[in-house]
């Protein structure tokens, strides 16, 4: 199993970017996905969940209406849509397979 993460970067506040995940070495469309982070000093944190099928998305609190979780199961990539990006977002983006599997992670900073 690897999962590989891209995208991240250094982004203005109110700026957006977009993380992907690209899947390989297991049934991807099978299993759900989530996206997490983890801010220097704080606990990781998860963000965003998707269901196999695409039929359950769920977001934290935080960045509910600012970032969209979505997946293409023919190119077996889920991504990670942030928009009105906050200083309060910079961490490292990890994804994360519901089959117990973590990305080595992507960096995003948010500065002006």
């Known amino acids: 199993v690897q999962l590989v993460e891209s995208g991240g970067g250094l982004v203005q506040p109110g700026g957006s970017l977009r993380l992907s995940c690209a899947a390989s070495?297991?049934?991807?469309?099978?299993?759900?996905m989530k996206w997490y982070r983890q801010a220097p000093g704080k606990e990781r944190e998860l963000v965003a969940t998707?269901?196999?099928?695409?039929?359950?998305?769920n977001y934290a609190s935080s960045v509910k209406g600012r970032f969209t979780i979505s997946r293409d199961d023919a190119k077996n990539t889920v991504y990670l849509q942030m928009n009105s990006l906050k200083p309060e977002d910079t961490a490292v983006y990890y994804c994360?397979?519901?089959?117990?599997?973590w990305g080595q992670g992507t960096q995003v900073t948010v500065s002006a």
């Open positions: 998707i269901s196999s099928s695409s039929v359950i998305t």
């Open positions: 070495g297991f049934t991807f469309s099978s299993y759900g």
């Open positions: 994360y397979a519901n089959l117990g599997y």
